[in-house]
């Protein structure tokens, strides 16, 4: 579904990523692990258009979509939940899921908003609360209903589970495998907690220094115990 | 290596030849200007010239060299045109036996009393070389006065808030000058003694050799203190605070002495452009003329960049001139409509700050990037490396 | 009926309320600090005046012309300078710069533009009088009750636009984080053009309030641009409505102020009044050195009480 081939990028003089070439198939969970530090973030802040390209390109469903602005990326299909500020905190719960329906005709937004409720009904409570005033886990929920809003294709997860209690990190990552199992959608996770994520993923990619180290099944990367070692912080069971 | 060598001497050549090309036609441009328009003009210009690469240098030192956006750079040329109005004049008339007083800014005093104390100055070829280097003096002084006040909050305040507080401050101080009568004459100009009466006939000759003089001087001091140890933690500074502080330089102190030494050289600019025009006019001192001109200079020049400065200043006080000098032949069909063309000028320096801004932000004369050490003492340590 | 000095006091406060909004709504979306306010506003004033002094009637009828053609000079502004600059993320200092340049253009328009109409019109439009083309109204000047209410009306519908509106909560929402809301398929472009729209138009529309107080020259938005600047960081830079309480306390401030200190002091007093402005600003500065928005105001109650329990350090 979206296909990135020899990407170099980073920001303004910064070159952070050395030549890049990541696959994501259809329906599954792309993983993408590796170190503090090592691109995870450029590499998807690329594909969104807040990075830059130097070289390489970036194809979605075969259309280039290299060097696009943000708004236009999101336009075919991507939806993108970032890491750190990923809900406008002075909006209310119902505004940020109609600033995330954005492009959506209105009825529509109406629609879906509702129908993210249902999904998430721990939003509910808060629908005219501002987004700065929940917790943590109900931030990150909130985020991910933003992501699905706009119908998309694909979806791209920036360290889902930072920063959470171990117990909370659980259940936002239960609920991104959910995404997959029901809804059939194709997501992007790039993720520091690797153990968890390489659990539920499919693809994985270890991405170590703007360059990557591994590409396979998710399974056989928790499993490399060499690498899982060095990189991941796994400890051998 | 030899590659990168190659393009890097390829593109100084590049950049050599581009304000070798400037200099070459504005040197042309001013000849003919000397040819067609007589000695005067070219005169007018090279005062301009000479007080506006003072001023700008000076804020070249703050801006380019040490980061703080100094919107206020009339505060010290005021601080120096209002010392050297107000007090060696004083002083003199006190010396002889004259009202010194807050009367001696009064309009029916000051015209009285000033021509006598410019005659004593005519008649004494020592008291006038004294006269004029105590008014310098005095300027620098009361300009690093005013320089080390404004690094009070230069310290503490972001980029815009600093920027912003200095800039109405410049205002401030010019309405109180126009306002306080005994300062320099409030609304009326205050007379200035004039120390080059001595020279009559050849006043405006000397008085442009002398301030070329203390121009060159300026320069070279400037340019030896932005190459010093000085210079290097001024830029270490503006490229990064945390960088300076962790390397053990006192962040405060070199702030502080940078505002010090560019207020006391735009100061010496202010009291230089007093005792040229022989009055001090508090309104005169505009945030227009004595800030964003020379913010245009700089930027035209390249920040950080001080020959670029000197250039900047030559290139545009001869086209301003030109404006004024040739206003009606080349835009006289804007009188149709009763339009002084001089309006033209501020447009100009608008388009200057615009097309530098879009097109050519580093300059005519772009800043070297210089490593943070010297050269030398690179090589000196790889030297040693290879041998051990 | 009002005393003379809140009537004028009245229109110089909504004429800085709209033109601190302006600069501080322009700062946060476009991180620019825009000089060409001064330039705008004397325009706006410009446009005003030909309205009146040509085509006669009171001067209100000309203020949605006036709010249109500062709009158009934003807009001008947004293509040929902030679009490029933003692009290539220029530093604040750049922007701010840029802006200068702009200004300057546009003050050499106004120097030309006045004498044209010197010398085609013969109008004396150096030193301008709009309050005798003003009314009276229940004993004082019309000016001083109409245009706080139409200031408080445009206000009011900003307000609604950017809380009720879809695109004005894009508004908001690009302000606070625009890497989000480009990837929620918001256009920044837009929001920045809006911000222009709505900022030039705030500008002229303050120009024009600001000549129904003081004298009209082609130099009254550069004169008072400082005090502009002072409402927008009295209201701290970050917040709208923060700069458009700054505005109008620094502009009451400076009238009741002057006022205040020229009848118990003395008239001399009224040659420093720009003391007091800048007082202000400089005393929030020296508490608050990023303005009043740098405080972490809901952590100051908790800061205070420990504090005082001894525990706060």
């Known amino acids: 579904m979206l296909t990135i081939r020899g990407l170099h990028a980073g920001y303004g003089k910064l070159h952070v990523l050395f030549g890049i070439d990541v696959e994501v198939p259809s329906g599954g969970i792309t993983v993408v692990v590796g170190p503090n530090g090592a691109g995870k973030t450029t590499l998807l802040s690329t594909i969104m258009g807040t990075a830059t390209a130097f070289q390489g390109e970036v194809l979605f469903e075969g259309i280039p979509i290299t060097g696009l602005p943000p708004h236009e990326v999101a336009r075919h299909g991507i939806s993108y939940v970032p890491q750190m500020k990923n809900v406008f905190a002075d909006l209310s719960v119902l505004e940020n899921l109609q600033m995330a329906g954005y492009m959506l005709p209105r009825d529509e937004t109406q629609a879906k908003a509702s129908q993210m409720l249902d999904m998430f009904p721990v939003l509910r409570r808060f629908v005219h609360r501002k987004a700065g005033t929940l917790s943590g886990g109900e931030r990150r929920m909130l985020a991910i209903a933003m992501g699905l809003m706009k119908k998309p294709k694909l979806m791209l997860l920036d360290e889902l589970s930072t920063d959470l209690a171990p117990i909370v990190a659980k259940k936002v990552i239960t609920e991104v495998a959910r995404l997959r199992n029901e809804l059939g959608m194709t997501i992007l996770l790039v993720e520091q907690m690797a153990k968890r994520a390489l659990e539920i993923g499919d693809t994985a990619y270890l991405l170590v220094s703007g360059e990557i180290r591994f590409a396979g099944g998710a399974r056989d990367l928790l499993h490399d115990p060499e690498l899982a070692r060095l990189y991941l912080g796994v400890k051998e069971a | ?388 | 009926m009002m005393p003379p000095w809140l009537a004028s006091g009245f229109i110089y406060a909504s004429a800085l309320a709209l033109t601190a909004g302006g600069i501080t709504l322009l700062y946060i979306t476009t991180r620019t600090f825009n000089f060409a306010h001064a330039s705008m506003a004397t325009w706006g004033f410009y446009v005003a005046y030909t309205g009146t002094a040509l085509y006669g009637g009171s001067p209100y009828r000309y203020f949605p012309l006036v709010f249109l053609f500062g709009s158009l000079l934003g807009v001008i502004c947004y293509f040929g300078l902030n679009r490029p600059l933003l692009r290539r993320q220029a530093a604040e200092i750049t922007l701010m710069m840029s802006t200068l340049g702009y200004d300057l253009i546009l003050l050499s328009g106004i120097q030309m533009y006045c004498d044209y109409l010197t010398y085609t019109h013969k109008l004396f439009a150096r030193r301008v009088t709009m309050s005798v083309y003003d009314f009276q109204l229940g004993g004082t000047s019309a000016a001083s009750i109409i245009l706080p209410l139409i200031a408080i009306a445009f206000l009011t519908a900003l307000h609604f636009f950017l809380v009720k509106t879809k695109f004005g909560v894009a508004m908001r929402a690009t302000i606070e984080n625009p890497v989000l809301a480009g990837a929620s398929g918001i256009n920044a472009d837009a929001v920045y053009l809006a911000s222009w729209v709505i900022g030039g138009g705030m500008a002229s529309l303050g120009g024009a309030f600001m000549a129904m107080a003081m004298t009209g020259t082609p130099v009254i938005g550069m004169m008072s641009i400082p005090f502009m600047f002072a409402g927008a960081i009295l209201g701290g830079l970050y917040s709208l409505y923060g700069g458009i309480l700054g505005g109008f306390v620094v502009g009451l401030a400076e009238y009741g102020g002057v006022y205040y200190l020229a009848t118990r002091v003395g008239p001399w007093v009224l040659g420093y009044r720009m003391a007091i402005p800048l007082l202000i600003m400089a005393l929030t500065l020296l508490v608050f050195p990023r303005g009043l928005a740098g405080v972490a105001w809901r952590s100051v109650p908790r800061a205070v009480i420990g504090r005082l329990r001894g525990v706060g350090t």
């Open chain 2, 1 to 388: 290596m030899t590659t990168g060598n190659g393009a890097a001497s390829r593109a100084s050549e590049f950049f050599l030849r581009r304000e070798v090309l400037i200099t070459v036609a504005l040197l042309l441009v001013l000849t003919w200007l000397l040819v067609s328009r007589g000695v005067s003009l070219l005169l007018t210009i090279l005062i301009d010239f000479a007080i506006f690469t003072i001023v700008t240098l000076s804020l070249n030192l703050e801006v380019g060299f040490t980061g703080i956006p100094q919107f206020g750079r009339v505060i010290a040329v005021i601080a120096g045109a209002f010392a050297v109005g107000a007090i060696p004049g004083r002083l003199l008339a006190w010396f002889m036996g004259l009202p010194h007083g807050l009367s001696y800014a009064e309009d029916a005093v000051n015209y009285k009393v000033v021509p006598q104390l410019s005659e004593v100055l005519a008649g004494n070829a020592f008291l006038a070389v004294v006269f004029f280097l105590f008014s310098l003096v005095l300027a620098a002084l009361c300009g690093a006065a005013i320089g080390w006040l404004a690094s009070r909050p230069a310290i503490r305040l972001r980029e815009a808030y600093l920027g912003i507080s200095l800039l109405a401050f410049g205002d401030f101080f010019m309405w109180a000058g126009h306002n306080w009568e005994p300062l320099v004459g409030g609304t009326t100009a205050v007379f200035v003694p004039d120390p080059f009466r001595i020279v009559w006939g050849y006043r405006f000759q000397a008085v442009v050799i002398t301030m070329l003089v203390v121009t060159l001087l300026i320069y070279l001091y400037v340019e030896r203190l932005t190459r010093s140890p000085f210079g290097r933690a001024l830029r270490m500074l503006r490229d990064s605070d945390v960088a300076a502080g962790v390397s053990g330089k006192n962040i405060v102190r070199v702030r502080t002495q940078s505002l010090m030494i560019g207020s006391a050289l735009a100061a010496v600019a202010g009291g230089m452009y007093v005792i040229y025009t022989g009055t001090c006019t508090a309104i005169g001192f505009t945030r227009l003329t004595w800030t964003f001109w020379p913010w245009a200079y700089m930027m035209l020049g390249g920040i950080g960049s001080n020959a670029g400065v000197v250039l900047g200043v030559l290139l545009l006080t001869t086209m301003r001139s030109i404006i004024t000098v040739y206003r009606f032949k080349l835009f006289g069909f804007l009188t149709v409509w009763g339009i002084d063309p001089l309006w033209l000028e501020y447009a100009l320096m608008g388009l200057v700050i615009v097309v530098v801004v879009l097109f050519m932000p580093h300059g005519l004369i772009p800043a070297k990037v210089e490593p943070i050490l010297p050269l030398g003492r690179v090589k000196k340590a790889l030297e040693r490396t290879a041998q051990g």
